[in-house]
């Protein structure tokens, strides 16, 4: 189903939202369309009454939310590291989570020591730090700064006039 991005009356990313929300919120006059979908990408309902769906919309009055971070899942992971191992750089999803302290030495499940790895390198890898296994990061592992910008970049590519919106 389309998503919405909804955006603060500032215009900062505020949340993402599906369709049904945001006709309501522009129904209400919560909010005024920036921004809509083209008619393929609608349900076909909508299409014969000639609505034209919301892709970006913005509150009509500011709305403070308090500071949100980013859950620590194997899938948060995967796309902060852009599902790409993070020892040889092979693109998939047949990847895994490696530690790079490992546990049994006394990693934790933190952002900072934990990446995406193929297999074929978490095998090669195993209970050894990357150094001891010379086997080099392409980048440091980090926390996702914010928790909203992160979700709304795994819908980008599939939402690209929300570009203009963002950051």
Not at 3 to 30: C, D, F, H, M
């Amino acid at each position: 189903m389309a998503k919405v991005l909804v955006l603060n009356a500032s215009y900062e990313p505020l949340n993402i939202t599906n369709w049904q929300r945001a006709v309501v919120l522009l129904l209400k006059g919560k909010a005024e369309r920036l921004d809509h979908y083209s008619e393929p990408d609608q349900p076909g309902k909508l299409v014969r009454t000639g609505f034209r769906l919301p892709s970006v919309i913005r509150l009509t009055h500011y709305v403070s939310l308090p500071y949100k971070e980013v859950a620590m899942t194997r899938k948060n992971v995967l796309h902060r590291d852009g599902h790409c191992c993070q020892y040889c750089g092979h693109v998939g999803d047949n990847l895994t989570i490696d530690h790079v302290l490992p546990r049994s030495r006394g990693g934790a499940d933190t952002w900072e020591n934990m990446v995406a790895a193929c297999m074929r390198c978490n095998v090669k890898k195993g209970n050894r730090t990357p150094k001891e296994a010379h086997m080099p990061l392409k980048r440091s592992p980090r926390q996702p700064n914010s928790g909203l910008q992160f979700e709304v970049s795994k819908h980008i590519r599939a939402n690209q006039e929300w570009q203009k919106y963002l950051f």
